[in-house]
């Protein structure tokens, strides 16, 4: 982990990876509030860039008593993972720690597992 970014790599494509989080998210009732591609406006105004796509989601179930607890978490949620393809070709997926997020805003310790999913989904739409 750096910086409170932890990352893992995936052998399927970014728009792969994109569409099994997707449906991670949907089977889970994990709200998707934008999918946000990055390559395709940099591509729209005529600059290249590998194909990266940011997905945001979340349950206000489980963010709004973080931000309640600590307005500044809303800095941070909803939740994201980054899905980026690095110059070697290799596709990573990116999220911000919970850990380093309840450090960050300080909000109970208590209310972290609330968004610790992140991990467990970035995981498993990388397999």
């Not at 979340?58 to 809303?74: F, I, K, V």
């Not at 309840?102 to 498993?124: C, M, T």
Request: glycine share 6%; net charge neutral.
């Amino acid at each position: 982990m750096h910086d409170g970014i932890q990352t893992c790599s995936s052998r399927h494509s970014v728009d792969d990876v994109v569409s099994r989080l997707q449906a991670l998210l949907l089977e889970k009732n994990i709200q998707i509030f934008a999918i946000i591609d990055h390559s395709g406006e940099a591509q729209a105004v005529g600059l290249n860039m590998p194909p990266t796509k940011l997905i945001i989601f979340g349950n206000p179930r489980g963010g709004t008593p973080l931000m309640q607890a600590a307005p500044s978490t809303a800095l941070d949620l909803p939740l994201k993972i980054l899905i980026a393809q690095q110059p070697n070709g290799q596709t990573l997926l990116s999220w911000n720690n919970p850990t380093w997020l309840q450090q960050r805003h300080g909000f109970p310790k208590d209310l972290q597992p609330n968004i610790a999913a992140v991990e467990v989904l970035a995981n498993k739409a990388a397999e």
